[in-house]
């Protein structure tokens, strides 16, 4: 099983960057699909991004397309998080995620379902 950290949360004005890091331990992380998925405060989780194993392909929800980016290193067993162009509607915990299985990450609804999520960083996002 992977074990994954998430860092790089914090407070921010609408129009910052941030970055969020996801670090992977156990397993090999390149045997996973990667993704990152955000719960707004009062909201359910929902999918932000994700990446294949190989990060030769990514995803993103229409929300964030153009302003976040989404990469991997597997020889550093990380995974980024590139944050842009920020918005107040940005807050949120957001959490890393793993699984074997692509369509999985993409398609779930709920992370506990994944092989392995981390427990989350917290961005604010002020007008």
């Known amino acids: 099983q992977v074990q994954l950290v998430e860092s790089g949360g914090g407070l921010v004005h609408s129009g910052d960057s941030l970055q969020l890091s996801c670090a992977a331990s156990?397993?090999?992380?390149?045997?996973?699909?990667m993704g990152w998925f955000r719960q707004p405060p009062g909201k359910e989780r929902e999918f932000v991004a994700a990446v294949t194993r190989s990060g030769s392909s990514t995803l993103y929800s229409d929300s964030v397309k153009g302003r976040f980016t989404i990469s991997r290193d597997n020889a550093k067993n990380t995974v980024t998080l590139q944050m842009n162009s920020l918005k107040p509607e940005d807050t949120a915990v957001y959490y890393c995620?793993?699984?074997?299985?692509?369509?999985?990450?993409?398609?779930?609804?709920?992370?506990?379902?994944?092989?392995?999520w981390g427990q989350g960083t917290l961005v604010t996002v002020s007008s």
């Open positions: 995620a793993a699984d074997q299985a692509w369509v999985k990450i993409v398609t779930t609804r709920d992370i506990t379902a994944l092989d392995a």
């Open positions: 156990g397993r090999t992380v390149s045997n996973y699909a």
